[in-house]
């Protein structure tokens, strides 16, 4: 791509004054911002509809990615670097007296996604277009993303993320390729022209899918893929005439109901209109992209299927988007008039399934009586092809019911969208290793005794180039100082940095970076939350979705029984230590709030104790997203990667650590296991039970919470104090916080997720972490040595571990313009 000064700056002068009627002089922070994003655009433009052209001239098979969530982040930096014009245009701006970074801080973040699976979702999308393979993302365009979180007297308080009150620069209004999906309605039967059954839905609510594209820029490429996000309108919103009667709320009621479904990510599922309506948006956006995909291919090869599967791949990530399997047979069969069997056969090898939990309520199951209503001809597609599973499962196990019924996709009054998932899919992945074995010898053993030859497993990863080359550009220039560029798109190549392991120069330039970045955070949570941190102290961090099983609640504990320990023995002297939270709970999600509120309220307690003063603080970072992880991630000290072992997935804050230096005190959970194989267990800190112990436990029902308690009087005191005034005088507010650990709750036993079980092993190893940090040099050398050995985890990677197995896609590569 070839810059030009002059014209860039000649481009945004003329779009402030075709905006906004302004000059330089006049223009105010959003509108340099838009103004930069628009010019920037302009210059990517033409290899974004260059790469479009490619893939039209040569049919190649194309990779979708169907994902609820895609956690972008903001745009400029990233677009502007992966174009390799960031130094440019901040040479420009400098030159109109413009602050780059001024300009950067007004961009909010697009609010597209919540946790882990919308960031790798992004990190996904970006390394395939840095690696020049043909794919593409659809999603929701969400006008008000999950939540912005406040924190108000210590709880969480949800308000709109209003990330769209001004016009996204870096999006496209596609009105043109606009879909029709349909909700409701009745099943009505007739026979086509030629004399074949067909089925039709009469007297269904119309809902209009439009697409905005965003730009997805491969780093020091020409190819610009396309992110399609699809936002929901009414067709006939308005009614006129119920407004001219004044019955004004009528008038917009189809309109509001149609925007409901694009309005916010994950909505409040606990009530049955929660759950139509997050059914509503998953089929919104499955039939809407299937629908787009089906009409550019009958244009390109008219109604002939058969080649359909060998143009394109559809990847699953997770259950939200599995209703497009049903949905791809109803537009083929109602549509298009194809057979079942020709239909069966194009979505049997067209679509991939990503499973992203072991936890069986994150299986998503929905109630028949809500499926039915909402999507009846789905509903009717969705029990023949269980009725023809069920057949198969008869002949294949004719005396085991009772396996006949649980593998039932349609059973106990819900519809199983995984089983459906991994019935119709030709490949199910796990997304660690030991992830995936977990689900072919636990969770899915069934299925993968039906199925084994779909099961595999790819490990997550991120990209570096946001998540190094961008938020850390310290550490960034430190590494192409010694090993030279091209660990940017090849993350193995760090492994070069082991020969500086020993080298004294190398260590205290990398402490060095490391203090910088957290004088940086301390900076800015200074002046967004007026958080004082001290930069010399241990920065343990956090950051993650609030769920129990993520055990935050086992990190406060922790905190309040280390407070006490300081409190009660003046002659006990730690290091200073800063322990950052940020996490954002569901709505409903009523403990995780609790657990919330208890840290908010030991950070009030602690942090204003004189007795710890220098030794502890509490931080919890509001309204955690990706624009603050980038800052988070570069000052980290300690990596909290505490889950229950055998619960987490994978995780991918864990990799995000590692590459930028910090240490991981860690379970032997998800990728967890492969850092520290990577690293070396010397490297990092390893605490708490196996996997295979907690399944022993669990067969013999032996734990017994209980007896840790009696085993440790401060770890007692602690729980106690949960519910005896010290932090709540009400002695309510952490009642069923205490109750979990204790008696059990909802029917529970108590301490599902072994926090009590494990608090002994963590404490230790805090400890020991206490002691290690102590020699800079030795720690500086541990955090080298986890940088060098983190080239696995570059989403890089598992992209081509994807396009091997699974995908099979061939590079294309654009001619830039």
Same mark, same amino acid.
Request: overall charge negative.
């Given at each position: 791509?070839?810059?030009?000064?002059? =014209?860039?700056?000649?481009?945004?002068?003329?779009?402030?004054?075709?905006?906004?009627?302004?000059?330089?002089?006049?223009?105010?922070?959003?509108?340099?911002?838009?103004?930069?994003?628009?010019?920037?655009?302009?210059?990517?433009?033409?290899?974004?509809?260059?790469?479009?052209?490619? +893939?039209?001239?040569?049919?190649?098979?194309?990779?979708?990615?169907?994902? /609820?969530?895609?956690?972008?982040?903001?745009?400029?930096?990233?677009?502007?670097?992966?174009?390799?014009?960031?130094?440019?245009?901040?040479?420009?701006?400098?030159?109109?007296?413009?602050?780059?970074?001024?300009?950067?801080?007004? =961009?909010?973040?697009?609010?597209?996604?919540?946790?882990?699976?919308?960031?790798?979702?992004?990190?996904?999308?970006?390394?395939?277009?840095?690696?020049?393979?043909?794919?593409?993302?659809?999603?929701?365009?969400?006008?008000?993303?999950?939540?912005?979180?406040?924190?108000?007297?210590?709880?969480?308080?949800?308000?709109?993320?209003?990330?769209?009150?001004?016009?996204?620069?870096?999006?496209?209004?596609?009105?043109?390729?606009?879909? !029709?999906?349909?909700?409701?309605?009745?099943?009505?039967?007739?026979?086509?022209?030629?004399?074949?059954?067909?089925?039709?839905?009469?007297?269904?609510?119309?809902? #209009?899918?439009?697409?905005?594209?965003?730009?997805?820029?491969?780093?020091?490429?020409?190819?610009?893929?396309?992110?399609?996000?699809?936002?929901?309108?009414?067709?006939?919103?308005?009614?006129?005439?119920?407004?001219?009667?004044?019955?004004? $709320?009528?008038?917009?009621?189809?309109?509001?109901?149609?925007?409901?479904?694009?309005?916010?990510?994950?909505?409040?599922?606990?009530?049955?209109?929660?759950?139509?309506?997050?059914?509503?948006?998953?089929?919104?956006?499955?039939?809407?992209?299937?629908?787009?995909?089906?009409?550019?291919?009958?244009?390109?090869?008219? !109604?002939?299927?058969?080649?359909?599967?060998?143009?394109?791949?559809?990847?699953?990530?997770?259950?939200?988007?599995?209703?497009?399997?049903? *949905?791809?047979?109803?537009?083929?069969?109602?549509?298009? $008039?194809?057979?079942?069997?020709?239909?069966?056969?194009?979505?049997?090898? #067209?679509?991939?399934? !990503?499973?992203?939990?072991?936890?069986?309520?994150?299986?998503?199951?929905?109630?028949?009586?809500?499926?039915?209503?909402?999507?009846?001809?789905?509903?009717?597609?969705?029990?023949?092809?269980?009725?023809?599973?069920?057949?198969?499962?008869?002949?294949?196990?004719?005396?085991?019911?009772?396996?006949?019924?649980?593998?039932?996709?349609?059973?106990?009054?819900?519809?199983?969208?995984?089983?459906? /998932?991994?019935?119709?899919?030709?490949?199910?992945?796990?997304?660690?290793?030991?992830?995936?074995?977990?689900?072919?010898?636990?969770?899915?053993?069934?299925?993968?005794?039906?199925?084994?030859?779909?099961?595999?497993?790819?490990?997550?990863?991120?990209?570096?180039?946001?998540?190094?080359?961008?938020?850390?550009?310290?550490?960034?220039?430190?590494?192409?100082?010694?090993?030279?560029?091209?660990?940017?798109?090849?993350?193995?190549?760090?492994?070069?940095?082991?020969?500086?392991?020993?080298?004294?120069?190398?260590?205290?330039?990398?402490?060095?970076?490391?203090?910088?970045?957290?004088?940086?955070?301390?900076? +800015?949570?200074?002046?967004?939350?007026?958080?004082?941190?001290?930069?010399?102290?241990?920065?343990?961090?956090?950051?993650?979705?609030?769920?129990?099983?993520?055990?935050?609640?086992?990190?406060?504990?922790?905190?309040?029984?280390?407070?006490?320990?300081?409190?009660?023995?003046?002659?006990?002297?730690?290091?200073?230590?800063?322990?950052?939270?940020?996490?954002?709970?569901?709505?409903?999600?009523?403990?995780?709030?609790?657990?919330?509120?208890?840290?908010?309220?030991? /950070?009030?307690?602690?942090?204003?104790?004189?007795?710890?003063?220098?030794?502890?603080?509490?931080?919890?970072?509001?309204?955690?997203?990706?624009?603050?992880?980038?800052?988070?991630?570069?000052?980290?000290?300690?990596?909290?990667?505490?889950?229950?072992?055998?619960?987490?997935?994978?995780?991918?804050?864990?990799?995000?650590?590692?590459?930028?230096?910090?240490? #991981?005190?860690?379970?032997?959970?998800?990728?967890?296991?492969?850092?520290?194989? *990577?690293?070396?267990?010397?490297?990092?800190?390893?605490?708490?039970?196996?996997?295979?112990?907690?399944?022993?436990? =669990?067969?013999?029902?032996?734990?017994?919470?209980?007896?840790?308690?009696?085993?440790?009087?401060?770890?007692?005191?602690?729980?106690?104090?949960?519910?005896?005034?010290?932090?709540?005088?009400?002695?309510?507010?952490?009642?069923?916080?205490?109750?979990?650990?204790?008696?059990?709750?909802?029917?529970?036993?108590?301490?599902?997720?072994?926090?009590?079980?494990?608090?002994?092993?963590?404490?230790? !190893?805090?400890?020991?972490?206490?002691?290690?940090?102590?020699?800079?040099?030795?720690?500086?050398?541990?955090?080298?040595?986890?940088?060098?050995?983190?080239?696995?985890?570059?989403?890089?990677?598992?992209?081509?571990?994807?396009?091997?197995?699974?995908?099979?896609?061939?590079?294309?590569?654009?001619?830039?313009?």
């Amino acid at each position: 791509m070839v810059f030009n000064a002059e =014209e860039f700056k000649e481009n945004l002068s003329a779009r402030l004054r075709r905006q906004y009627g302004k000059d330089i002089s006049q223009a105010n922070k959003h509108d340099l911002f838009d103004a930069v994003s628009a010019s920037a655009l302009e210059l990517i433009m033409p290899n974004w509809m260059a790469t479009r052209a490619e +893939y039209e001239k040569k049919p190649t098979k194309q990779l979708y990615y169907l994902s /609820a969530e895609f956690l972008m982040g903001r745009a400029l930096s990233n677009n502007l670097m992966n174009a390799q014009i960031k130094d440019a245009v901040k040479d420009v701006l400098k030159s109109m007296n413009i602050d780059y970074n001024m300009v950067e801080d007004e =961009e909010p973040d697009a609010a597209l996604g919540n946790g882990g699976l919308g960031r790798l979702a992004a990190c996904f999308l970006d390394s395939i277009a840095t690696l020049d393979y043909p794919g593409h993302g659809y999603g929701i365009r969400y006008e008000y993303g999950m939540f912005e979180q406040k924190i108000e007297d210590g709880y969480q308080v949800e308000y709109p993320d209003n990330w769209l009150i001004h016009r996204d620069p870096w999006e496209i209004k596609r009105s043109d390729l606009s879909v !029709t999906v349909r909700f409701g309605g009745n099943i009505a039967y007739g026979k086509t022209p030629d004399g074949k059954p067909r089925f039709y839905i009469e007297n269904a609510e119309e809902v #209009t899918a439009v697409p905005y594209d965003m730009p997805i820029i491969g780093y020091n490429t020409n190819t610009v893929n396309t992110l399609r996000l699809w936002s929901a309108k009414s067709p006939n919103g308005f009614d006129l005439q119920l407004f001219n009667n004044m019955d004004y $709320n009528r008038a917009v009621e189809r309109q509001n109901s149609a925007e409901n479904i694009s309005r916010v990510l994950y909505p409040n599922d606990s009530g049955p209109s929660g759950k139509a309506l997050r059914l509503k948006q998953q089929y919104f956006f499955s039939s809407a992209s299937l629908q787009d995909l089906v009409r550019h291919y009958v244009a390109d090869y008219g !109604t002939d299927f058969s080649k359909f599967a060998s143009l394109h791949v559809i990847q699953l990530n997770d259950t939200h988007p599995v209703v497009a399997i049903p *949905e791809l047979m109803r537009i083929l069969l109602d549509e298009y $008039n194809v057979s079942w069997e020709e239909a069966w056969d194009v979505v049997t090898h #067209t679509f991939a399934y !990503t499973n992203h939990t072991i936890l069986a309520e994150a299986l998503e199951k929905w109630p028949i009586d809500i499926f039915q209503g909402l999507l009846p001809r789905i509903y009717q597609i969705v029990e023949e092809i269980n009725r023809r599973l069920v057949v198969d499962l008869r002949a294949k196990y004719p005396d085991d019911y009772e396996k006949q019924q649980h593998m039932s996709i349609i059973h106990n009054d819900k519809v199983y969208m995984a089983w459906l /998932a991994i019935h119709a899919c030709f490949s199910v992945n796990g997304v660690a290793e030991l992830h995936t074995e977990l689900l072919k010898t636990a969770e899915l053993k069934d299925w993968y005794a039906l199925y084994p030859e779909k099961f595999n497993n790819k490990t997550n990863g991120i990209t570096q180039r946001r998540w190094l080359l961008n938020a850390n550009p310290k550490l960034a220039k430190f590494i192409t100082d010694r090993i030279g560029h091209g660990w940017e798109k090849d993350l193995t190549l760090l492994k070069g940095l082991e020969k500086f392991l020993d080298d004294d120069a190398s260590l205290d330039e990398l402490t060095k970076i490391k203090q910088e970045n957290k004088q940086a955070l301390a900076d +800015y949570l200074k002046h967004t939350q007026n958080e004082f941190l001290d930069p010399d102290s241990i920065f343990d961090v956090q950051v993650k979705r609030l769920h129990e099983y993520k055990r935050q609640l086992l990190n406060i504990l922790n905190v309040m029984y280390l407070y006490n320990r300081i409190v009660e023995d003046p002659s006990y002297n730690p290091p200073a230590r800063t322990f950052i939270f940020g996490a954002k709970s569901a709505s409903g999600y009523r403990r995780a709030k609790a657990i919330i509120k208890l840290i908010n309220t030991v /950070a009030e307690r602690v942090n204003n104790d004189r007795r710890v003063r220098g030794k502890i603080r509490v931080v919890f970072v509001e309204n955690y997203r990706v624009s603050v992880a980038e800052k988070i991630f570069p000052a980290a000290d300690v990596s909290e990667q505490i889950s229950t072992a055998g619960l987490e997935a994978s995780g991918t804050s864990n990799m995000k650590f590692m590459a930028n230096g910090a240490l #991981t005190l860690g379970t032997m959970d998800g990728a967890n296991i492969e850092i520290f194989e *990577e690293a070396g267990k010397e490297n990092g800190f390893v605490f708490g039970l196996l996997t295979e112990e907690i399944k022993k436990m =669990e067969a013999e029902h032996s734990y017994r919470p209980q007896e840790c308690l009696e085993r440790n009087p401060g770890l007692a005191k602690v729980v106690e104090q949960l519910v005896d005034g010290t932090y709540d005088p009400t002695h309510q507010l952490f009642k069923e916080l205490h109750d979990s650990l204790v008696y059990g709750v909802e029917g529970q036993r108590p301490d599902v997720y072994y926090v009590l079980a494990d608090f002994d092993s963590y404490t230790k !190893t805090r400890e020991k972490i206490a002691e290690v940090y102590a020699d800079k040099r030795g720690w500086a050398r541990m955090a080298l040595k986890n940088i060098a050995n983190c080239g696995k985890f570059s989403s890089d990677r598992t992209i081509e571990d994807y396009v091997r197995d699974i995908w099979h896609l061939k590079k294309v590569v654009v001619k830039g313009k």
